[in-house]
C-alpha cells in the first residue's frame, strides 16, 4: 500500500473518530443545557450534527499532520542516523525512563488529575533530556565506553616482555639498530607466516623487491647474531588462510604484547582492537634534534626545492631543511637561519633563510 493510499485511510478514520467523539460530547453536554426547548427538539441534535461534521472535517484534514508524516519522519531520520547516533539515544531513552520511574513515586501522590498526569510527562521529559545530552556530549560518551572497553581487552602487559616483529620492521632495519640500545627489554618475537612472508618477498622475481626481501633476511640474521635481546621464532595457527596484518593482531592479542611496526596501515587497525604499537617512525621523528624559529644552523643544499629559488639540503638526523632563496647555493655549505618548523605527519620539516653577512 502506497503512502498516498494509507494517509487517505488514516484521513477517514481519524475524522469517523472524531465525528463519534464530538457526537458522545455533545449528547453529554451538549443536550442538557436544553430543558427548556421543548418545541425545538430537534435543535440540540442539528448542533451536535454540525459539530460532529465540523470534527469530521479538520481531524481529515490534520490526519497525516499527527500520523503518518511523524511517523515518516522520524523513520528517516533513523534509517539516517550513524548506529552510534542511534545506540546512544536508545541508551539515553532508556536511562531517562528509568529515572523517570523514581521520580514519578513522589508525583503519583499529588492531588486532583496533576498525580496522574504529572508522572508520565516528567518521564518523558527526562527521556528527551538525556537523550540529547548525550547526544550533545557524543564523542565524550564513545570515548568513555571505548576506554572501559579497552581496559577490559587491552592486552596487559606480560612478564616476559615480549614484542611482535612484523614484515615491514625487518625490511626497514632500524629494528636491528633499537635493539642494540636497550629500549626493548624483551625478546623479539617472529611469527612462522612473518617468515614465510619475507621468504617470498626474497624469491620475488622484481628485483627490488628480492632486495628488500634479502635484506630483511640479513637483518633477522644481525638479530640473532648480534642482538643484545633475544629472537625467537613463534609457530602461529593460521588457519591455512588470512591477512598478514589480521593474522599479527590476532596473535597479539593471544600472547599479549605489543607490535613492532612502521606501517602506519598495521597501527591504525592494531590501534582500534586495543592492541598496543611500537611505532619506529615515531620513535624517528620523537628522536630528532629539536630546532626553534631563530637558531643557526650549518648544512649543504644539495638539490633544488618544488618552489621557484629554494634549495632543500638535510640535517645529521635526516630532517629536511628547505632553504628559501638557496638555489643558488646548490652544492655549497651555507649557515642559514631557521624561520619556521613544521610537523607533518611524514616528519618534521624546517624552513630557513640564509644567513645575512
Given at each position: 500500500?502506497?503512502?498516498?493510499?494509507?494517509?487517505?485511510?488514516?484521513?477517514?478514520?481519524?475524522?469517523?473518530?472524531?465525528?463519534?467523539?464530538?457526537?458522545?460530547?455533545?449528547?453529554?453536554?451538549?443536550?442538557?443545557?436544553?430543558?427548556?426547548?421543548?418545541?425545538?427538539?430537534?435543535?440540540?441534535?442539528?448542533?451536535?450534527?454540525?459539530?460532529?461534521?465540523?470534527?469530521?472535517?479538520?481531524?481529515?484534514?490534520?490526519?497525516?499532520?499527527?500520523?503518518?508524516?511523524?511517523?515518516?519522519?522520524?523513520?528517516?531520520?533513523?534509517?539516517?542516523?550513524?548506529?552510534?547516533?542511534?545506540?546512544?539515544?536508545?541508551?539515553?531513552?532508556?536511562?531517562?525512563?528509568?529515572?523517570?520511574?523514581?521520580?514519578?513515586?513522589?508525583?503519583?501522590?499529588?492531588?486532583?488529575?496533576?498525580?496522574?498526569?504529572?508522572?508520565?510527562?516528567?518521564?518523558?521529559?527526562?527521556?528527551?533530556?538525556?537523550?540529547?545530552?548525550?547526544?550533545?556530549?557524543?564523542?565524550?560518551?564513545?570515548?568513555?565506553?571505548?576506554?572501559?572497553?579497552?581496559?577490559?581487552?587491552?592486552?596487559?602487559?606480560?612478564?616476559?616482555?615480549?614484542?611482535?616483529?612484523?614484515?615491514?620492521?625487518?625490511?626497514?632495519?632500524?629494528?636491528?639498530?633499537?635493539?642494540?640500545?636497550g629500549f626493548l627489554s624483551?625478546?623479539?618475537?617472529?611469527?612462522?607466516?612473518?617468515?614465510?612472508?619475507?621468504?617470498?618477498?626474497?624469491?620475488?622475481?622484481?628485483?627490488?623487491?628480492?632486495?628488500?626481501?634479502?635484506?630483511?633476511?640479513?637483518?633477522?640474521?644481525?638479530?640473532?647474531?648480534?642482538?643484545?635481546?633475544?629472537?625467537?621464532?613463534?609457530?602461529?595457527?593460521?588457519?591455512?588462510?588470512?591477512?598478514?596484518?589480521?593474522?599479527?593482531?590476532?596473535?597479539?592479542?593471544?600472547?599479549?604484547?605489543?607490535?613492532?611496526?612502521?606501517?602506519?596501515?598495521?597501527?591504525?587497525?592494531?590501534?582500534?582492537?586495543?592492541?598496543?604499537?611500537?611505532?619506529?617512525?615515531?620513535?624517528?621523528?620523537?628522536?630528532?634534534?629539536?630546532?626553534?624559529?631563530?637558531?643557526?644552523?650549518?648544512?649543504?643544499?644539495?638539490?633544488?626545492?618544488?618552489?621557484?629559488?629554494?634549495?632543500v639540503g638535510y640535517l645529521?638526523?635526516?630532517?629536511?631543511?628547505?632553504?628559501?632563496?638557496?638555489?643558488?647555493?646548490?652544492?655549497?655549505?651555507?649557515?642559514?637561519?631557521?624561520?619556521?618548523?613544521?610537523?607533518?605527519?611524514?616528519?618534521?620539516?624546517?624552513?630557513?633563510?640564509?644567513?645575512?653577512?
Amino acid at each position: 500500500m502506497t503512502v498516498a493510499r494509507i494517509e487517505m485511510v488514516l484521513r477517514f478514520v481519524g475524522g469517523a473518530v472524531a465525528a463519534l467523539g464530538a457526537w458522545e460530547i455533545g449528547q453529554s453536554f451538549v443536550l442538557p443545557s436544553f430543558p427548556f426547548l421543548s418545541s425545538w427538539d430537534y435543535l440540540p441534535y442539528v448542533i451536535i450534527g454540525i459539530a460532529a461534521g465540523l470534527a469530521f472535517v479538520v481531524a481529515f484534514a490534520l490526519a497525516p499532520t499527527f500520523s503518518t508524516r511523524p511517523f515518516f519522519w522520524l523513520r528517516r531520520r533513523a534509517t539516517e542516523m550513524p548506529a552510534v547516533d542511534v545506540l546512544i539515544a536508545a541508551v539515553g531513552i532508556v536511562v531517562g525512563l528509568l529515572v523517570g520511574v523514581l521520580v514519578s513515586i513522589p508525583l503519583s501522590f499529588l492531588p486532583w488529575y496533576l498525580g496522574r498526569f504529572l508522572p508520565i510527562v516528567a518521564s518523558l521529559l527526562l527521556a528527551y533530556l538525556v537523550m540529547t545530552t548525550l547526544l550533545a556530549h557524543k564523542k565524550e560518551f564513545v570515548q568513555v565506553v571505548r576506554r572501559a572497553r579497552d581496559s577490559r581487552v587491552a592486552p596487559l602487559p606480560s612478564d616476559s616482555g615480549r614484542v611482535l616483529v612484523d614484515t615491514s620492521s625487518i625490511i626497514d632495519g632500524r629494528i636491528a639498530d633499537i635493539s642494540q640500545t636497550g629500549f626493548l627489554s624483551g625478546p623479539l618475537v617472529v611469527p612462522r607466516f612473518v617468515l614465510d612472508v619475507l621468504q617470498h618477498v626474497a624469491d620475488s622475481a622484481d628485483p627490488l623487491r628480492r632486495g628488500r626481501g634479502r635484506r630483511g633476511l640479513d637483518i633477522l640474521d644481525r638479530l640473532h647474531k648480534d642482538s643484545a635481546i633475544p629472537l625467537e621464532s613463534h609457530e602461529a595457527d593460521t588457519n591455512g588462510a588470512g591477512d598478514v596484518d589480521a593474522l599479527l593482531v590476532s596473535l597479539a592479542r593471544t600472547l599479549q604484547c605489543p607490535i613492532v611496526t612502521d606501517d602506519y596501515n598495521l597501527n591504525r587497525v592494531a590501534g582500534l582492537q586495543g592492541v598496543k604499537v611500537l611505532n619506529i617512525n615515531d620513535l624517528a621523528n620523537a628522536v630528532k634534534s629539536s630546532v626553534l624559529p631563530g637558531e643557526e644552523l650549518t648544512l649543504k643544499v644539495i638539490q633544488e626545492g618544488k618552489e621557484v629559488g629554494q634549495g632543500v639540503g638535510y640535517l645529521p638526523d635526516g630532517t629536511m631543511v628547505v632553504v628559501e632563496n638557496g638555489r643558488g647555493s646548490l652544492g655549497n655549505t651555507v649557515t642559514v637561519t631557521v624561520s619556521r618548523v613544521l610537523q607533518t605527519v611524514a616528519g618534521r620539516m624546517v624552513f630557513a633563510q640564509p644567513k645575512s653577512s
